[in-house]
């Protein structure tokens, strides 16, 4: 059987060390110092803490071991990682011919015939872009560029930061391809690498397979995954649905504790950074759920069905507040909070009754809370009225002040 060998130039772009990198282009100062996003374990961590064989999933106490006093330990912002996430594909959109988001931090992109229409060599194209991207978006990307998709999402493996990789020569790639374990393609998970083990020891190996015996053996999309390899493009990235839910969570396992209006306003702080951004999707839910995670890790869950879906801000937050009221329990001590908003519909507007008592104009609701979600983000008081007032009950301010 005959394939016919990709003409196409496909580019990978990965952001290098993502949240780690979104959260010193808000705060330069740590630019040259030991960044570790965590969430009970190492989520991501800059390169110079991964010099010191610091990764993700790393526990914290062994972090802090490795560093000593060194660290800075940042909660994780998620709402934050995705507006950066946001500019970074909308950058590439508008530079490249099409682009296939492939997670939050990296994507596919077509570039064909962009380098000749710039009058640029292929590497030197490739750099003008991570150059545009670092200027512009303030996040530094490694690209890969070969003429499927699946060949430069391996090429991806072999070195960053901040690294441009280009190989369009078939012969060229399977002299790489000796070099590259089995387990470095994706979509091929621990149960095929067993079933592999005995016929292949590197990617070389499985592109050498038959095709016909490799389809009986596994899977199609095994097949798919070969003639990617080989030069082909038999790989389509899936387009992304629309979110099921959406959640924002606090930890504080430093400060374990029950007290009751504590725990009260780290809810109320969730969802008052959840709510800015679910207003912006213009979406409304029928679900919501609180989860309370205490001391010995077991997580409570407690959710409500609304009668219809709406959006109104008032509602939610009273739902939430009965929520938490009615299924607290002083004698638990509790080490952080979840609020999850689920059961989405696309906001409808309604002709409204003029016998509906009170008389409800969501149009206008909608204008005013994004309105307000501008100027919190804009202004950022109740954020920093909430740490004050935290400091205060925790009387660090006031040692401050009488200092």
Known sequence: MRFKISKKIFAHVDCDSFFAECEIFRNPHLKNKYVLVWNEIIIACNYKTKALWIKTWTPVWKAKEILKWK???????????????????AY???NTLNIEPFSIDEAFCEITWLAEMNKLSLENYTKKIQ??????IWIPVSIWVSNTRIKAKIFSKLNKPFWIFISLNNKKDKETFQTLPLSIVPFIWKKTWE???YLCNNVYDFINIWYWKLKDKIWKNATDLRLELIGVNAFVVKK???SKSMSRWRSFNHNITSNKEFLKKQLILNFNWLYEEFITKEIELKTVSIFLRDKSLFTHVFNYNMMEHTYIRADILKIIIDLFEQNFDKNTLYRSTWIVFSNFRSYKPEQTSIYDKPLRDKTNHLKLAKTVNTLNKKYWWHKLCFWVDLLWEKSLLKVWIRK
């Open 131 to 136: 150059k545009d991207i670092l200027k512009k």
């Open 240 to 242: 992304s649905q629309k």
């Open 71 to 89: 660290w800075i330990f940042l909660d994780v912002d998620h709402r934050f990682y995705s507006l950066i996430s946001d500019k970074l594909m």
């Open 92 to 94: 590439l959109e508008l």
């Open 195 to 197: 079933k592999f083990k």
